[in-house]
Nanobody, 114 residues
Framework: QVQLVESGGGLVQPGGSLRLSCAASGVIFSINPMAWYRQPPGKERELVAEVAIGGSTTYADSVKGRFTISRDNAKRMVYLQMNSLKPEDTAVYYC????????WGKGTLVTVSL
């Protein structure tokens, strides 16, 4: 079993920055890929960014140029640096990993508002 725990959410003003972290623990061989998803209020969950174990990345068009995903395999961590935040980035952000099956964290709330 793999456990994923997110941290770093909170309230931020438009134009601000936040860094989300996700810590993986448990029986880990190779979690690939790892990703961040988000679910805005009243909407479906959507992929934000994905990072493969070798470091290649994929981003949703809505966050390209503003968000950066990274992972530290030795520390079993994945990060999401979010800059130039907009109100429409408000959502619960979930950490995701694949290791034979899907694993999800419980989510961390990001609110972008004045």
């Amino acid at each position: 079993q793999v456990q994923l725990v997110e941290s770093g959410g909170g309230l931020v003003q438009p134009g601000g920055s936040l860094r989300l972290s996700c810590a993986a623990s448990g029986v880990i061989f190779s979690i690939n890929p790892m990703a961040w998803y988000r679910q805005p209020p009243g909407k479906e969950r959507e992929l934000v960014a994905e990072v493969a174990i070798g470091g290649s990345t994929t981003y949703a068009d809505s966050v390209k140029g503003r968000f950066t995903i990274s992972r530290d395999n030795a520390k079993r961590m994945v990060y999401l640096q979010m800059n130039s935040l907009k109100p429409e980035d408000t959502a619960v952000y979930y950490c995701y990993g694949w290791q034979g099956m899907e694993y999800w964290g419980k989510g961390t709330l990001v609110t972008v508002s004045l």
